[in-house]
Structure formats: C-alpha cells, structure tokens
C-alpha cells in the first residue's frame, strides 16, 4: 500500500504560518531613521545588508537545528491534545449533557410551578400603571 502525503511546499505553508503569527520584518520595520536624521547611504546600505544576511541565515542555521526537534515535539504536542478531545473531553461533555436533563426537568417543573405565577402576578400589578408628562408653561 503506498501513501502520499499532501504537498507541503514552502509557497503554501508560509503565507499561512506568517498570516497565523506575524507579518514578515523588514529592515526598515527595526531600524527606522526619523525624518531630518539620516546616517551616510553607505552606512545604511551595509547596515541594511548586514541586517538581511543575518537574519537569513540565521534563521536558516536555527531552523537547521531545532526545526526537526521542534517539529517532533509539536507533533507530539498536538497527538495528545487530539487524542484527549477524542477520548476525553468529548465523552464527558456528552455524559454530562445527558445527565443534566433529569435536572433541567426539574428545573423547568420548579420555574413553571413556582416563578412563572409569581412574575406574571407582578406584570399584572405593574400593567396598570399610566405615566403621563405634562409640560408646565
């Protein structure tokens, strides 16, 4: 039996991951000269270089590291929580609403029998009550 996995290339996963978290950083988004105040174009040239090589790599060299760890972890992570909404939480949530009917009738008896004429006979004291505005000249 062969099984294939869906295509996970970059193009897909990235726009999603950057959508889920953050927008991608720009050099000008860290280093922001102020209006009036500017270093020498070569400066900010190589710092702008300086900056966009480094955070390529590494990101590279940590994502080399400590994305298959990462990876294996968050799988783990996400197996767990999957497995215990399944076998867990959902069964308990289900038990629960099935146990709770008995009390919701009686519930349900108790208002219809107790508070419903209660709040109706106090609609009806307060039904009669007529305000009327007048203005004084």
Request: aromatic share 16%.
């Amino acid at each position: 039996m062969l099984v294939t996995l869906p295509s996970l290339g970059k193009e897909s996963q990235g726009s999603h991951a950057s959508s889920l978290l953050c927008e991608e950083i720009d050099f000008e988004d860290v280093i922001a000269e102020p209006e009036g105040t500017h270093s020498f174009d070569g400066i900010w040239k190589a710092s702008f270089t300086t900056f966009t090589v480094t955070k390529y790599w590494f990101y590279r060299l940590l994502s080399a590291l400590f994305g298959i760890p990462m990876a294996l972890i968050w799988g783990i992570y996400f197996a767990i929580l999957s497995f215990l909404h399944i076998w867990a939480v959902v069964p308990c949530i289900k038990s629960f609403l099935i146990e709770i009917q008995c009390i919701s009738r009686v519930y349900s008896i108790y208002v219809h029998t107790f508070c419903d004429p209660f709040f109706e006979a106090v609609g009806k004291i307060f039904s009669n009550i007529r305000i009327s505005m007048q203005k004084e000249i």
